[in-house]
């Protein structure tokens, strides 16, 4: 299995162990975060990481959409705290796809990481002033999927499923803040059958920079960031420089803010609590974060216009960001940092199209996972194919 990171980094320097085992089966996967300041969580709101949303122009963007509750959008990743306050109204009934965890960890549902409440919290958690806190899209629905423990760890095969899952349960929007060194022929079907159905997959690009964390080597690549028809996000900081942790690459699509960004944090504590990350809310930094933001603009987009295909809104993102550095698309922000009100604002350029095919089914068939519980889906793993192997994954 090989291991899949999440997309976060702790600016406070604190960096968490990175697991990898064998093939599809059980690819580890990681949330790695930054807390950058996980004390100072009472700025006024302003937006989401204050300098972020106007930096990207959300705030006057909110004057043309805020988020329609038509507008599905999933997290795979580490769960939801069902409980927070400022989540609860947004959560849909989600899935679980765990085949095994880690040593610390017991199967549980909710969100036992942080991981994946701050990426939703980003996404759409309702504004909160005195947290200084509040989602790009506050009004759309979430659909939390959970693919990784509680020290952020899963299997490419857990992850194709939950993406699949999500596709058919009706989100248009897929944000995968985490990521694994190998390709996985599970992850590229599974991102293949979404793409087929319309759903735009946007996904971390990975911590692997020059002041990353531990990669296989300098800009290597994650998945599925770097598989065709994923939209691979990059992080900025708040003087729009394309950060040092941000993997560079000529999969990276387009960019947007990842550094000290305020969230949501589950209301307890959580095995990344020993390690900086406060409850309730935290400051945390990668492409994790910036993934989120994309995903979060994307649903502003969708729910203004509900018609807009998965590559509309790519297009869109793509053509109307802000370009950094030299004039044009570079292998360090893509076409640039994303800019919200400009992508609402203007027309769809011609779009490509993609596509692809597969179904849940035959993925566990294919790639050996086991079976696919019915109800709230819980995936249960097979008894073979699962090997360590000697790679590092990490949450971006």
Avoid at 188 to 209: E, F, H
Avoid at 266 to 293: K, M
Avoid at 301 to 311: G, I, Y
């Amino acid at each position: 299995m090989l291991a899949i990171a999440a997309c976060s980094l702790l600016l406070i320097g604190v960096a968490w162990p990175s697991r990898v085992r064998s093939a599809d089966v059980g690819a580890d996967a990681e949330a790695s975060f930054v807390a950058d300041d996980a004390r100072n969580s009472s700025a006024p709101y302003v937006g989401i990481g204050q300098w972020a949303l106007r930096r990207m122009q959300v705030d006057r963007a909110w004057d043309v959409a805020r988020g329609s509750p038509q507008i599905v959008v999933a997290i795979v990743d580490t769960g939801v705290d069902r409980g927070h306050p400022d989540l609860a109204g947004a959560l849909l009934p989600g899935a679980t796809f765990l085949s095994r965890v880690s040593s610390a960890c017991t199967y549980d549902d909710e969100d036992d990481n942080s991981h994946g409440t701050h990426i939703a919290g980003i996404i759409g958690a309702a504004p909160n002033p005195a947290a200084g806190s509040g989602g790009v899209a506050f009004g759309v629905r979430i659909l939390p999927i959970k693919v990784l423990d509680c020290a952020g760890t899963g299997s490419n095969s857990d992850i194709a499923a939950g993406i699949v899952w999500a596709t058919d349960h009706g989100a248009r929007i897929v944000n995968v803040s985490l990521g694994s060194p190998v390709e996985s022929d599970a992850l590229a079907t599974a991102v293949r059958y979404a793409v087929a159905k319309d759903v735009l997959v946007v996904a971390a690009a990975g911590n692997c920079g020059e002041g990353g964390g531990r990669c296989r080597f300098v800009n290597s690549k994650e998945f599925p960031a770097a598989l065709p028809g994923a939209l691979a996000v990059g992080a900025t900081d708040a003087d729009d420089e394309v950060t040092s942790f941000s993997t560079r690459g000529a999969q990276i699509a387009i960019v947007a803010p990842g550094v000290r960004i305020t969230s949501t944090t589950p209301r307890y504590a959580t095995y990344q609590s020993a390690r900086g990350v406060t409850p309730n809310y935290a400051a945390l930094s990668g492409t994790s974060q910036a993934s989120a933001f994309v995903a979060g603009i994307a649903a502003l987009m969708l729910s203004a216009d509900p018609r807009l295909s998965a590559s509309d809104v790519a297009d869109r993102l793509a053509a109307y960001a802000d370009d950094l550095g030299d004039p044009g698309r570079d292998d360090a922000s893509g076409a640039g940092r994303v800019n919200a009100l400009r992508a609402l604002n203007h027309p769809t350029p011609i779009s490509s199209g993609r596509a692809g095919t597969a179904d849940l089914s035959s993925i566990a068939r294919d790639i050996g996972i086991g079976s696919v519980d019915a109800g709230r889906p819980r995936i249960t793993a097979a008894d073979t194919r699962i090997e360590l192997v000697e790679d590092v994954a990490t949450l971006r």
